[in-house]
Nanobody, 124 residues
Framework: QVQLVESGGGLVQAGGSLRLSCAAS????????MKWFRQAPGKDREFVAA???????YYADSVKGRFTIPRDNAQNTVFLQMNSLKPEDTAVYYC??????????????????WGRGTQVTVSS
């Protein structure tokens, strides 16, 4: 079993930056695909970014060029570096993880492990 804990959310002005962290427990973190999703009030949850073991990275078009998803396997942590933030980025951000060969693509919500989320609010 893997436990995920997000941190780093908060209030930031439009154009600012914020760095989210997702700390993971488990013996095989480095082989897992790590993902970030977000859900704004009244909206469906959407894919944000993912990083595989290779490592390959993937980003939603809405955040491409603004967000990056580095990982530090030595610290069992994945990050979401968010720059040039917009009010539309306001949401609860969730970290998720899938083991190797698990069903689904890089942007699939079919993840066996989820964090409880951290709130990001971007003011206009």
């Amino acid at each position: 079993q893997v436990q995920l804990v997000e941190s780093g959310g908060g209030l930031v002005q439009a154009g600012g930056s914020l760095r989210l962290s997702c700390a993971a427990s488990g013996r095989t973190f480095s082989s897992y695909t790590m993902k970030w999703f977000r859900q704004a009030p009244g909206k469906d949850r959407e894919f944000v970014a993912a990083i595989t073991w290779d490592p390959l990275t993937y980003y939603a078009d809405s955040v491409k060029g603004r967000f990056t998803i580095p990982r530090d396997n030595a610290q069992n942590t994945v990050f979401l570096q968010m720059n040039s933030l917009k009010p539309e980025d306001t949401a609860v951000y969730y970290c998720a993880a899938t083991p190797p060969y698990y069903s689904g693509t890089y942007d699939s919500e079919n993840c066996p492990y989820w964090g409880r989320g951290t709130q990001v609010t971007v003011s206009s």
